[in-house]
C-alpha cells in the first residue's frame, strides 16, 4: 500500500476509527495521485475508489497494483454494495469541513452509518508538513516563478495594460508548467490600494507604482509570490510604507523557525504596523501545497506551531485606500532552526 | 429593494422564514451582483452583507442605495450583533447544499438560532428560469463562442498540438469576453473517446478526428457548446456514430419545449443508443447561467419538467474506449412552444 494511505491507516486506528469516507478530491489526489471527481472509502479490509466512467479510463492509468486500490464506476454499485462497505464499522469518519449538510444527511442514508464521525481535518493537518517529493515539486514552481518575474521586468513598458501583463505571465507558466495557481494579480496606480485587485484595462504610465502576485504548479504544487515595483521613479509618499512593510516581511522570515507560535508572527506584524497607524488587513500567510491557501493560517485567529518542512508564505501589506498599496511575498520552508525562502527575487526597491 | 431581493422575502414569507443566510457567492451574485467573499443574512427588516477589508471598496461600487443593502466588515461585528441579527426569527433558512456540516454547526452557534431550517435550493430553483438580462448575456456569451469556432476551424493545421488549440481559443475569449466559461477541451484522435479529456501535446495529423468543447462568460454568464470534426476526411468507422449522436441530438431539440419531462428526454436518447449497443455515459444536458452546470440536470437520474426561457445545454455523445469519441453541444433557450438554439455553428460534417 502506498506509504500516505498506511498513514491514514494508522491514524485511523489510532482514533478507533474502521472506516473513513474521502471526499475532498485534494485529500485524495494527496493520498493517492488521482486527479478526478469520485469518492475515496477505507473501509475494514480494503482501498475502494468510486468514480464514473468520465474518469474510469484515467484513474486506470494512474493507479498500479502496489496502490491496492478496487476501482468501481459509480454505476455498478448497487445499493447493498454501499449498505455493506461500512458494514461492522462502529465509527466511520468523514470531512466535516468538506461535506456539505446535504450530503452528510445522504451519506447516513446510503451508507446506513451508525456514528458517522467528525475527523477534524486529519488529513489537511498531515499535508501542512511536505515530504521531499512535494518540497521538490514546490521549489521547481517557485523556481520558474523567480524566472517569470524577472522576464516579466524586462517585459513591462508604459502604455502596456495590466490584463496584458497578466497574460503574459499565464502564457509564461502555461509553457512551462501545469499553469496557474491562481488568478494572476497585476494591479497599477490606485488600483493598488486593492489586496485582491483584478488586472483590468488601465494603462501603465511613469512613476506608476504596480503590484503583482502570481504563482503557477508544478505536478499540482502551488507556488506563491508577490512583488510592489516602480516605473521610472518612486513616489516619495511610497518610500516610508515600502520600507514598512519590507523590514517586517524580512523580520518575519527572521522570525521562522520549528516551534514559534503564527498568532505571535502576525501580532508582532500588527502591532509594529499598528505602531505606524496602519492596519494588517489580512493574514500575514497561508500554507501552500496542493491547494494555493490550505493549513496552517499565520493570522491571529489562528494559532499553531511551526513545523519543519512546512511551506508557507510571508506577506504584509499595507493598502492606503484610493491611493496605493505594498505587498511583499515570498514562498518559504520551515526549518529545523530557521528557514529557507523558496522565492528568491530581489525585494530591495525595483524601478524599471 | 431590487426585484431578486424582494421576491425572495416573498419567497420567505410563504415558507414561514423570518430571516436566511445566503452563503453561496453565486446566490449573492444572483441577488445582488456583488461578486465578493461574504455572507448575505436577509433579517426580520434588513438585508445586510457581512465581508472583508479586501472587498468593501469593491462592494461598495457595486451596490446603490436602491440595493437596500448594508455592508459590514466582518472585524465590525461583535459577539453581540451575531446574536442580535436573527432575534426573535422562528425559523432561519440556510444553503444545506452549500454549507459545510461544519459551518452548519458553526451558524447555530454564532448566531444563537434555534431553528435553522433547511431552503431546497429554493435560489437555485429560481435561478433556472432567465430574465431578459440573463437571457441577453447568454446569448452574447453564445454568439461569440460560434465566431471563435469559426475562427478556430481557419486556425488549426496538421502539426498543432491540442495545447495550442486551445490556448488559442482561451486567448480569443480573453481579449473580447470575461473569460473561459470552463477550461476549454481539445481532444484529437483517440484522445477523444475521453468525455473530460484535458487538453495535450498530441499533434494535430491528417484523417483525425477533433472534439472542442469550448465557452466563454458575459458579465459573469456562460456559454457551452462542443463540434466534433475531420481533418482532411472521415474514417468511416466513425459515420454511423455521428449520425447517431447529431440524429439524437436534433431529435431532443425538436422535443425540447415547455413541460417536457427531463428524464424522459434523456430515457428517448439512452433508449435509442442502447438500440444500437451504445450508453450514453453522461447527462443529456445541464442549465447554464452563473454557473456552467447548474439545475435543471437533463437525466434520467432527475425529473424536472423544462420551463420556458431556461437556458440548457443538449449533448448526447458516444465515446468507444481508446478509439474515438462523438459529442454535439448547443446551448438551448427553452420556450413556450419549442426552442431557440442559442449557439448556432454548422453541425453536419465539418472536415478542415
Not at 473501509?43 to 492509468?61: F, G, L, M, P, Q
Request: with cysteine.
Amino acid at each position: 500500500m502506498n506509504p500516505k494511505l498506511q498513514w491514514l491507516r494508522n491514524k485511523m486506528n489510532s482514533l478507533d476509527m474502521q472506516g473513513i469516507i474521502i471526499s475532498n478530491p485534494i485529500n485524495v489526489r494527496y493520498l493517492t495521485n488521482i486527479d478526478a471527481e469520485g469518492t475515496l472509502l477505507l473501509t475494514r479490509k480494503e482501498n475502494i475508489y468510486i468514480t464514473d466512467a468520465r474518469y474510469i479510463e484515467h484513474v486506470h492509468s494512474i493507479l498500479t497494483l502496489y496502490d491496492e486500490i478496487i476501482v468501481y464506476d459509480i454505476n455498478d454499485v448497487s445499493k447493498d454494495d454501499y449498505e455493506n462497505f461500512f458494514l461492522f464499522c462502529e465509527n466511520v469518519g468523514f470531512e466535516e469541513y468538506y461535506t456539505t449538510y446535504a450530503e452528510y444527511k445522504e451519506l447516513i442514508r446510503k451508507y446506513k452509518i451508525n456514528n458517522l464521525v467528525e475527523t477534524e481535518h486529519i488529513i489537511e493537518k498531515q499535508r501542512m508538513i511536505k515530504d521531499e517529493e512535494e518540497i521538490s515539486n514546490l521549489t521547481k514552481a517557485c523556481n520558474i516563478t523567480d524566472e517569470c518575474f524577472k522576464y516579466i521586468l524586462g517585459y513591462i513598458k508604459p502604455g502596456m495594460t495590466e490584463k496584458q501583463i497578466a497574460k503574459e505571465i499565464e502564457d509564461y507558466y502555461n509553457s512551462r508548467t501545469d499553469g496557474v495557481s491562481f488568478d494572476t494579480i497585476v494591479a497599477s496606480g490606485e488600483n493598488t490600494s486593492m489586496p485582491h485587485a483584478v488586472p483590468t484595462d488601465r494603462k501603465i504610465k511613469e512613476k506608476d507604482i504596480i503590484t503583482i502576485d502570481m504563482g503557477c504548479k508544478v505536478n499540482g504544487y502551488c507556488s506563491d509570490m508577490t512583488r510592489t515595483f516602480f516605473v521610472g521613479e518612486i513616489l516619495e509618499e511610497v518610500k516610508p510604507i515600502y520600507d514598512l512593510v519590507l523590514k517586517n516581511q524580512v523580520q518575519t522570515m527572521q522570525d521562522f523557525k520549528d516551534g514559534i507560535s503564527t498568532r505571535l508572527l502576525a501580532k508582532m506584524v500588527e502591532n509594529d504596523f499598528k505602531l505606524h497607524d496602519y492596519d494588517l488587513i489580512h493574514s500575514l500567510g497561508h500554507g501552500v501545497g496542493l491547494e494555493i491557501h490550505e493549513a496552517p493560517y499565520i493570522s491571529y485567529k489562528n494559532d499553531t506551531n511551526l513545523k519543519e518542512n512546512m511551506v508557507i508564505t510571508n506577506e504584509p501589506g499595507i493598502y492606503i485606500p484610493g491611493k496605493f498599496g505594498v505587498r511583499i511575498e515570498d514562498t518559504v520552508q520551515i526549518t529545523k532552526f530557521g528557514c529557507v525562502s523558496l522565492t528568491n527575487s530581489d525585494k530591495n526597491y525595483i524601478v524599471i
